[in-house]
């Protein structure tokens, strides 16, 4: 373990070694097999945050550059003033973007991908863009699974093959007369 820091006291945190030195925190990793698939692992964490629609189009806002908080706020339209303060508060705790205040009046706070955020650019990017160029097709599945259900939970005549086939994904068994 190294750090450019000249350390005053350490603790651990979720498999990490924080080092407060001088007034900031250094973070020191230590070897560990992460495994996402486990559920006490902290990955999920992570997961559960970038996973999250408004971090994802906070984090595909702020990557051409730093950005002021009520141009966030009106930028993506439907979220609140406050899921809005705790999302970014969220996110700059994850390192994944920081906070500058300026002291105007009134005061300027802007937001910025650190470079931790801005290794998954690329990633939100591909995402956000993935659900605007393939939303006709989901809703046309989603139309499509709806109908089947309808049509397997409607009991008749005409259903009647169709609730054969459907039997076992759906969990009940057929009758016939």
């Known amino acids: 373990m190294r750090s450019g820091y000249l350390k005053e006291s350490t603790f651990w945190s979720h498999g990490f070694l924080l080092e407060t ?5 250094a973070i020191t990793t230590m070897q560990h097999d992460y495994d996402v698939y486990e559920d006490r692992c902290p990955t999920r964490l992570v997961l559960d945050r970038v996973a999250d629609k408004w ?3 906070i984090l595909d806002r702020l990557q ?3 950005v002021r908080f009520n141009h966030i706020r009106r930028a993506i339209k439907g979220i609140s003033q406050k899921v809005l303060s705790q999302t970014l ?3 700059e705790r994850d390192g994944l973007i920081s906070r500058a205040v300026f002291a105007t009046v009134p005061v300027t ?3 910025a991908l650190t470079p931790l955020g801005r290794t998954l ?7 956000v863009h993935w659900a605007e160029r393939n939303m006709d097709a989901v ?3 989603q139309r499509s699974y709806d109908e089947g259900r309808v049509a397997v939970e409607t009991p008749g005549p005409s ?3 169709l609730r054969a086939e459907m039997a076992p994904r759906v969990g009940f068994e057929p009758t016939t007369k």
């Open 21 to 25: 030195c001088m007034g900031q925190q």
């Open 55 to 57: 971090a994802v189009l």
């Open 64 to 66: 051409d550059g730093p």
């Open 89 to 91: 508060k969220k996110l």
């Open 109 to 111: 706070v802007e937001y």
């Open 121 to 127: 650019t690329e990633t939100v990017s591909t995402l």
């Open 139 to 141: 809703l046309a599945a």
């Open 159 to 161: 259903t009647a093959p």
